[in-house]
């Protein structure tokens, strides 16, 4: 039986959250709400969305309706997640999965009262057959002890100083801006591809801009459009950082982040060196990976859905040559979660879980707290 879904949040990322549901077959869009109910609506009528409310409580009244996605902004995040977990529909949200580590602590505490509840979180990268492909080469020992990790996720959609996002805004989105946005993915695809758990980090998180002009009316992301109506803020959050990170496994690493860097749209690349060889991935080459070799011919991998190991082919759906991209890593993550529910919750959840989410909100926090004490933090166990 299909399950019944319901979208909460109609901004850049909701609209995405619409076009990957529809291509699954396990789920079926039946509503979608914003508080913007003209927008809803218009969403609505473009994709043939039968029920359009303007709350979150009135589509959690709807019981017709399984699961819910979360598309809302940050500060929104807790709020709405508790709502959805108590109201016994199966959650998917948006990352991150709170403000902070004390709300994400609170949510994992509501949802041990629901264990019918199973939720996820949108940490989409994981879900690149390539990048499945490494963690299930890694997880056979191909490349020997994990030792050093390294990479970066690079934008350029803050580069101006008439360039706003909320995402600038302590009270709306917490107190990070790239690390909480982009870091994120980085952190939760490394520990995922290998295994390991970063376990101490030292930060340098930089506001490169400290005034920018806010349009006084609300703009999408990624809009180049420059307002002439402004008002001039104090920015607080950071546009770049640096980490650099140890292990549970005995690896060392770091990476950067940044929303500022000119000609970048999504950079976002890593690359591991174990003690036998090396693997690198780039998502804006994601249909290939890297094979680093001493002694041998370094190689490059296009993925081939005939070779690949069985854990990837699960999220490959086209031929060699035809190149799968971000959209179709997107939709590999909501139906991971759709199988998983589908198969009664039994086998691996390859999806980012509420406590895999929660532990990146405490390394943001960390990281965050790190630059500002100017020094390395160990990250304790709760």
Same mark, same amino acid.
């Given at each position: 039986?299909k399950? =019944? *879904? $319901? ?6 990322i ?10 699954i077959?396990l789920?079926?869009?039946? !509503?979608i709400?914003?508080?913007n ?7 609505a009528?473009i994709?043939? #969305?039968?029920?359009v409310?303007?709350? *979150?409580d ?13 598309c809302?902004?940050?500060f929104?995040?807790k709020?709405?997640n ?6 016994? @529909?199966?959650? /998917? ?11 994400? @602590?609170?949510?994992?505490?509501? @949802?041990?009262q629901?264990?019918?509840?199973? %939720? %996820?979180?949108? /940490?989409n990268? =994981?879900?690149?057959?390539m990048?499945?492909e490494?963690?299930?080469r ?5 490349? +020997?002890?994990? =030792?050093?990790?390294? +990479?970066?996720?690079?934008q ?5 100083d008439t360039?706003y ?6 009270? *709306?989105a917490?107190?990070?801006?790239? #690390?909480a946005?982009?870091?994120?993915h980085?952190?939760?695809i490394?520990?995922?591809v ?7 980090v030292?930060g ?12 006084a009316?609300?703009q999408?992301?990624f809009?180049?459009? *420059? ?13 770049? !950082?640096?980490?650099?990170? @140890?292990?549970?496994k005995?690896?060392t690493?770091?990476f950067?982040?940044?929303?500022? %860097? ?5 950079? /976002?690349? /890593?690359e ?9 991935w ?13 002694? $041998?011919?370094? &190689? ?13 082919k699960?999220?490959? &759906? ?5 190149p799968e ?6 939709k $590999?993550?909501?139906?991971?979660f759709?199988k998983y529910?589908a ?7 390859v999806f ?14 960390? #990281?965050?707290?790190?630059s500002k004490?100017?020094k ?6 709760d």
């Open positions: 039986m399950s =019944r *879904v $319901g979208i909460i949040g109609m901004g850049y909701g609209e995405s959250h619409i076009e990957a549901i529809r291509r077959g789920c079926e869009l039946c !509503a709400a914003d508080t109910y003209e927008l809803a609506k218009e969403k009528a994709y043939g #969305i039968e029920k409310y303007a709350s *979150v009135e589509l959690l009244a709807d019981s017709d309706i399984d699961a819910v996605h979360n809302t902004p940050n929104l995040h709020q709405i508790e709502k959805i977990i108590r109201s016994g @529909k199966h959650l /998917f949200s948006e990352k991150p999965l709170t403000m902070n580590y004390a709300e994400a @602590k609170e949510l994992l505490e509501l @949802k041990k629901y264990p019918q509840v199973e %939720a %996820a979180v949108n /940490f990268y =994981r879900m690149n057959p990048v499945q490494i963690r299930a890694i997880k056979a020992g191909e490349a +020997g002890d994990i =030792r050093i990790i390294t +990479g970066y996720y690079n350029d959609w803050l580069m101006y360039d996002s909320w995402r600038l805004e302590p009270e *709306v917490g107190n990070s801006c790239c #690390i946005d982009i870091g994120s980085w952190m939760d490394i520990q995922h290998t295994g390991h758990k970063i376990v101490s030292m340098d998180a930089v506001t490169v801009i400290p005034v920018r002009k806010k349009p009316k609300q999408e992301t809009k180049d459009a *420059v307002s002439e109506d402004y008002i001039e803020v104090q920015v607080k959050n950071e546009e770049y !950082a640096a980490v650099m990170f @140890k292990t549970d005995g690896a690493g770091v950067h982040v940044t929303e500022m %860097a000119p000609g970048h749209g999504c950079d /976002f690349s /890593f591991i060196n174990g003690s036998s060889l090396s693997y690198g780039n998502q804006e080459q994601n249909d290939r990976m890297w094979i680093g070799r001493r002694g $041998g011919d370094n &190689s490059v991998v296009i993925r081939n859905p005939n070779l690949l190991s069985d854990e990837a699960a999220y490959s &759906s086209l031929a060699m040559g035809h991209g971000w959209n179709d890593a997107f $590999g993550n909501i139906y991971a759709y529910l198969e009664e919750k039994k086998g691996d959840r980012s879980t509420l406590e895999d989410a929660a532990y990146v909100v405490k390394l943001t926090e960390k #990281i965050i707290e790190s004490l100017k390395w933090i160990n990250i304790e166990e």
